[in-house]
């Protein structure tokens, strides 16, 4: 059972059934239920003179293919906080949120439920871009001519974007 074997309020055993509309822990002694939600994601579409900026991924899901920069939102952070966030620390780039573009869920066995959240950003200074965090490399594709995409919910963004032009 893992880290919900037992109630986080009361410490005594949780029971898995359906409650509340799903299945999910909770615990018979104190009615605690246990929601296990989706971790947020900002997925960033940043584009220079009609070229997406990607980043071969350095890590697993997915090391060595191409993706979107992004990552988890922390605690007590807000989606463009994030959003600018992720993006220095992929690209060491500063960027501002132009527009959300949309929402995509996603299961994996690594980090479990997945919301992932498209984010159009702006950015007008390049000359600093370099690779760091999460991303082996990054290179400008144009957007007609784009390698194989590691992750459907990034195909989608970049398919709404190519979209919305």
């Known amino acids: 059972m893992g880290y919900l074997e037992y109630c986080s309020y009361c410490g005594n055993?949780?029971?898995?059934?359906?409650?509340?509309?799903?299945?999910?822990?909770?615990?018979?002694?104190?009615?605690?239920?246990?929601?296990?939600?989706p971790?947020?994601?900002?997925?960033?579409?940043?584009?220079?003179?009609d070229e997406?900026?990607?980043?071969?991924?350095?890590?697993?899901?997915?090391?060595?293919?191409?993706?979107?920069?992004?990552?988890?939102?922390?605690?007590?952070e807000t989606l463009n906080e994030a959003a600018m966030r992720e993006l220095k620390e992929e690209t060491n780039l500063d960027g501002k949120v132009k527009n959300i573009l949309s929402t995509c869920s996603h299961y994996g066995s690594i980090f479990g439920d997945i919301l992932l959240i498209g984010v159009e950003?702006?950015?007008?200074?390049?000359?600093?871009?370099?690779?760091?965090?999460?991303?082996?490399?990054?290179?400008?594709?144009?957007?007609?001519n784009l390698p194989e995409i590691v992750f459907d919910c990034h195909s989608k963004f970049i398919n709404q974007y190519k979209g919305n032009l």
């Not at 409650?19 to 929601?35: A, K, M, Q, W």
């Open 39 to 49: 971790k947020p994601t900002a997925t960033i579409i940043c584009v220079k003179n």
């Open 121 to 144: 950003m702006v950015v007008t200074d390049f000359s600093n871009m370099r690779a760091g965090d999460d991303a082996e490399e990054l290179q400008f594709f144009n957007l007609n």
């Open 13 to 37: 055993k949780n029971q898995y059934g359906f409650i509340d509309g799903n299945n999910r822990y909770h615990c018979l002694s104190c009615n605690t239920i246990h929601y296990e939600n």
């Open 52 to 76: 997406l900026l990607l980043a071969k991924r350095a890590f697993d899901p997915g090391k060595g293919e191409w993706g979107l920069p992004g990552g988890f939102m922390e605690l007590n």
